[in-house]
């Protein structure tokens, strides 16, 4: 039997790279899923890829009416939540705070906070018990990084929504947790090393591979790995805690 069979999961993010790998992921072990995401003409290429077992809602993560519209969409479209990976977020800028824009701040803290949170208001109520909720929070929510305050504060904000949605929820049965990848081989890190190193990207990159005692980023595909295992039933007495992926920097 496949580790999903009969379950449903709702993806926010769901355009980006480590949103549709898990969502890939999740149909080969046989979960339905519906994709969350702003960008709808990338939803619908997503989706028409992944065949019947997908459907998308576009939406906008940080306003209160499409974040109920979407949970109550997906419960209309297949009938239940079992899985919630509240997944949506953006990078910001590479600034010191000193010249950090205010609107970019409050941007970024809008998806990655507001967002993560109107997730948890709207979806747990749909979500049937037992199942289980994944947070995608990073290392900068464990740490820090000079130059990239924004995404950090956010991301350390997700780890307290975590851990308050995993007690509340704890009577029902569902499981909160949260991952906290280092540099994913994707679109944001692009952006992150260009921010970094203005047309040198490719020079950031190495270093920050350097950095990591693996040597590498990791691929979408293992960090969706990490969350199918959140998401199985192999995860049942896991709950509030934070799961960290990133090629051993958090050794050093």
């Given at each position: 039997?496949?580790?999903l ?10 355009a ?15 979960a339905?899923v ?6 709808e ?8 890829e ?12 940080t306003?209160?009416?499409d974040?109920?519209?979407y ?13 919630f990976?509240n997944?949506?977020?953006?990078e910001?800028v ?5 010249e950090?824009?205010e ?13 993560v949170?109107l997730?948890?208001?709207y979806v747990?109520?749909e ?13 900068a ?5 000079p130059n ?24 029902r ?7 906290h ?25 190495k ?8 040597g590498?980023y990791a691929?979408?595909l ?23 992926i990133?090629g ?5």
């Amino acid at each position: 039997m496949k580790r999903l069979e009969n379950k449903v999961a709702l993806i926010t993010g769901g355009a980006g790279s480590i949103g549709q790998t898990t969502a890939k992921l999740f149909i080969e072990e046989g979960a339905k899923v519906v994709l969350v995401d702003l960008d709808e003409a990338a939803l619908k290429k997503v989706t028409s890829e992944l065949g019947d077992q997908a459907a998308y809602v576009a939406a906008n993560v940080t306003v209160a009416a499409d974040v109920e519209r979407y949970a109550k969409e997906a419960v209309k479209k297949f009938g239940k939540i079992d899985i919630f990976f509240n997944n949506a977020g953006i990078e910001g800028v590479v600034k010191p705070i000193t010249e950090f824009p205010e609107d970019i701040f409050d941007k970024v803290m809008a998806v990655n906070v507001k967002g993560v949170f109107l997730g948890c208001k709207y979806v747990l109520p749909e979500m049937k018990d037992g199942s289980s909720m994944i947070i995608t929070s990073s290392v900068a929510g464990l740490g820090a990084s000079p130059n990239f305050v924004a995404y950090t504060t956010s991301k350390h904000a997700t780890l307290g929504i975590m851990k308050t949605a995993a007690l509340e929820a704890a009577p029902r049965k569902i499981r909160v947790n949260s991952i906290h990848p280092s540099p994913v081989d994707n679109r944001m890190m692009r952006s992150i090393e260009e921010g970094y190193e203005p047309g040198k990207a490719a020079d950031m990159q190495k270093t920050f591979a350097a950095g990591i005692p693996l040597g590498r980023y990791a691929a979408p595909l293992e960090i969706a790995k990490l969350v199918l295992f959140l998401g199985s039933d192999d995860s049942q007495f896991i709950t509030g805690a934070q799961y960290v992926i990133d090629g051993g920097s958090s050794a050093k």
